[in-house]
């Protein structure tokens, strides 16, 4: 994540080997984000792609899968030059990523790539695999001798969320993983920081004289933190039967956003600085007890119903999910920090499948004023002051204030004013992936979580996942697909005299 655009280089020459080329996530993201790149003239010059398939498969058909997934799934038209310049350097290679068998034969087949497209030995392992195959596949490289460093060639892992299950499993992956490479090896990608209203946090808040003297306990009434979908879980069953909405999106997503709306200002705009100030900030939110934790969080399950004229099964008849099932598709949280900046100042998270909007955003609501001025003006007339950081469906900023209504005596109404980035810059639509594959090549961190950071996130959680798994099915409410969640989500605010921010797109 370069600051001056005139500085944005090609990569070295290098080879991106991706474990589970066959998969959902290569075909819909990471490919058309590495064509994205192309069309940017911002791959190497000497590079190629390796696709590590576990059942035989022909590079020629690997090349028309990753085609027909690109057509289907890429966010621009597809120039038919950049496409092919592209997939002519896949090769796929067959084999079990554990078995030492195979890695052996992947590393001559591998070696002789190299040499042949004059990569120079440089190597990005992507593991678009399941969380259970990152350390096997980690532990056979290494064997392999496939992740050692020279000190002429880098060696860099990508491993996808979920880092862990729960505080445990994440310090366990984290020891593992920290015994077979360093940590600037390893890249934990969280697509969230990909998005150009993520990264812009840092900019609004570091670079603007206007908004960092007000960041702070002082001025700020309590933050919220929303991430609705409109999908239900679909396909996903399985493994969201046994994982759950807290673990699928508070400790990585959310707590991304977190970190960057609440983090310290970094003493320089590097990796190590940016990176320990998120992980400091993530280690101070307040760990609940379990009885706190109860009472500072609602989860909820929905049954079926309709969300734009279509038909959401009830959760718990989703093929793969078992029919006494207590895992929550909706959770809220209320968290605090305990630091200077933001004592007493809360921070409400909230996210769900089968909602009936889709959005991503944190709002920031301020102090009110005082209003000896306006006597004859009710409070609840008042606009609340909000600063709305959208970043889906649409990316942009908001700030909610209020003003005098034209006219001969003082009325007080509240307006917007809106910022959208499509308006202001002509960029084309991406994956979210682009910044975060160029920034693993280039060998920049900033973007990505560390050990202490993932591990300082579990520990949030943790509480909830502890009283939630006693409990059992007390307190999971049922809500119907299409709604806005459970109704103890608003009753989580209104008991502190707040309310959830009502939903307007910055559009």
Request: charged letters at 25%; one cysteine or more.
């Amino acid at each position: 994540m370069t600051t001056d655009p005139s500085n944005q280089r090609k990569p070295e020459p290098c080879s991106m080997i991706i474990f589970g080329a066959t998969g959902d996530l290569t075909h819909r993201l990471v490919t058309p984000a590495l064509y994205n790149l192309a069309a940017a003239d911002l791959l190497p010059d000497k590079f190629c792609v390796v696709g590590i398939a576990r059942k035989p498969m022909s590079s020629g058909a690997l090349r028309d899968s990753l085609m027909k997934g690109l057509r289907e799934f890429a966010t621009r038209p597809v120039d038919d030059a950049v496409a092919e310049r592209l997939l002519e350097c896949v090769t796929c290679i067959a084999g079990d990523p554990t078995d030492p068998g195979s890695i052996d034969r992947m590393r001559a087949q591998i070696e002789q790539l190299e040499a042949t497209r004059q990569t120079g030995g440089n190597r990005l392992f992507y593991l678009a695999t399941p969380p259970d195959a990152f350390a096997p596949v980690a532990r056979e490289l290494r064997r392999a001798g496939l992740l050692r460093e020279d000190g002429q060639t880098w060696r860099r892992l990508v491993v996808e969320k979920p880092f862990g299950t729960d505080l445990e499993s994440a310090k366990a992956l984290n020891r593992e993983l920290l015994t077979i490479m360093d940590e600037h090896q390893i890249y934990r990608i969280d697509h969230y920081l990909g998005k150009e209203t993520v990264q812009n946090i840092l900019v609004l808040r570091f670079a603007n004289g206007m908004f960092e003297p007000i960041w702070n306990r002082n001025h700020i009434d309590h933050i919220q933190i929303t991430v609705d979908e409109k999908l239900g879980v679909g396909h996903r069953g399985s493994f969201y039967d046994a994982t759950g909405a807290l673990r699928d999106m508070v400790p990585n997503h959310l707590f991304q956003l977190l970190s960057l709306v609440a983090m310290e200002p970094p003493a320089r705009f590097d990796a190590h600085a940016v990176r320990s100030e998120k992980a400091e900030v993530l280690a101070a939110i307040h760990t609940w007890s379990e009885r706190d934790a109860l009472q500072n969080s609602v989860r909820g399950q929905y049954w079926g119903g309709r969300i734009g004229g279509a038909d959401i099964t009830d959760y718990r008849s989703t093929k793969d999910v078992k029919s006494d099932s207590t895992t929550e598709t909706y959770v809220a949280l209320k968290l605090v920090i305990d630091n200077w900046r933001w004592a007493g100042v809360p921070f409400y998270l909230r996210t769900g499948k089968a909602l009936g909007t889709k959005r991503t955003e944190v709002a920031i609501k301020f102090k009110q004023a005082p209003f000896a001025m306006f006597r004859n003006t009710p409070v609840e007339q008042l606009s609340q002051n909000y600063l709305v950081l959208g970043i889906e469906p649409s990316e942009g900023i908001a700030l909610q204030f209020n003003t005098k209504v034209p006219g001969p005596t003082i009325s007080i109404d509240g307006v917007e004013m809106k910022f959208r980035y499509k308006d202001y810059f002509k960029a084309e639509p991406s994956t979210g992936y682009e910044t975060l594959i160029y920034d693993c090549m280039i060998g920049d961190n900033i973007l990505f979580q560390r050990a202490d950071s993932v591990e300082a996130g579990w520990q949030a959680v943790q509480p909830f996942l502890d009283a939630w798994k006693k409990a059992g099915a007390d307190g999971l409410e049922r809500y119907e697909a299409g709604s806005e969640g459970p109704a103890n989500a608003e009753a989580l605010l209104t008991r502190d005299g707040r309310n959830w921010r009502k939903f307007g797109r910055i559009a």
